[in-house]
């Protein structure tokens, strides 16, 4: 996928997809972000979404307060969309 960018999540993209999972409850705030991805998906390209600055889908990983690592994967930039637990 073209586009792709990685962030530890000090980026204005990446607190607003942080605070938007936040708010949907996908991750909390006690949780520790390890990395936000930021890219456009194929369907996301498909609806004319090119942009490197303003991506629109993210992997966000997380570590929780258990010391258990996840992944948050998100479209439209932090509207939720699934969770993997990653042991």
Known sequence: MSGRRNSVG????????ITNLETSGAIHSSDRILNVHHYNSQQDQRSGMRS?????SQ???V??????????HSHDQGEYHSRTVKL
Request: hydrophobic share 25%; aromatic share 4%; glycine share 4%.
């Open 10 to 17: 000090a980026s204005d993209l990446s607190q607003r997809v």
């Open 52 to 56: 490197n600055v303003d991506q629109n």
């Open 59 to 61: 992997i966000v990983r």
């Open 63 to 72: 570590r929780s307060n258990s010391g258990s690592r996840y992944e948050v």
